[in-house]
C-alpha cells in the first residue's frame, strides 16, 4: 500500500513509530493500533529489527507529505505463490522430458 510504503521508508530510516502515530493520510490519521499490527507484521517476516540503542530520527517533513497524500491503508502484501517453485533443484526435481519448471510428482 502507498501508506505502508511510506511508513516502511520512516521505520527503516530510523524513525520511531511512536513519533507517527497521528500522522495525517489520505484516508485519515494513523493511529498506533495500525501502525503497531504493521509494524508487528514487518518483525514477524524479519522486514524490520528492534533498535534499543539507536539514535531516533524525526520524521522529514516531506515524508509527512507523502503520508498526507496516502491513499490506501497499511497493509502487507506477501506474494509467496512462487514459493514452492523456487526451492525445487531445477537440475534433480524436475520431469525428464519437460525440463523446468515441469516439477517431478512424488509416485
Known amino acids: 500500500s502507498d501508506s505502508g510504503s511510506r511508513l516502511w521508508d520512516a521505520l527503516s530510516s530510523g524513525v ?15 493511529d498506533a493500533a495500525a ?4 509494524v508487528s507484521q514487518l518483525l514477524e ?14 520524521a522529514p517533513s516531506e515524508l509527512l507529505a507523502q503520508l498526507a497524500a496516502a491513499r490506501e491503508p497499511l497493509k502487507v502484501d506477501i506474494h509467496d505463490d512462487l514459493a514452492d517453485l523456487i ?7 524436475v520431469e525428464e522430458p519437460l525440463g523446468w519448471p515441469a516439477v517431478k510428482q512424488a509416485n
Open 16 to 30: 520511531p513509530a511512536s513519533e507517527l502515530v497521528g500522522a495525517a493520510t489520505g484516508i485519515g490519521a494513523l
Open 35 to 38: 501502525i503497531d499490527g504493521f
Open 87 to 93: 526451492v525445487v533443484d531445477p537440475i534433480h526435481e
Open 45 to 58: 517476516f524479519g522486514l524490520l529489527a528492534a533498535v534499543t540503542d539507536g539514535v531516533a530520527r524525526p
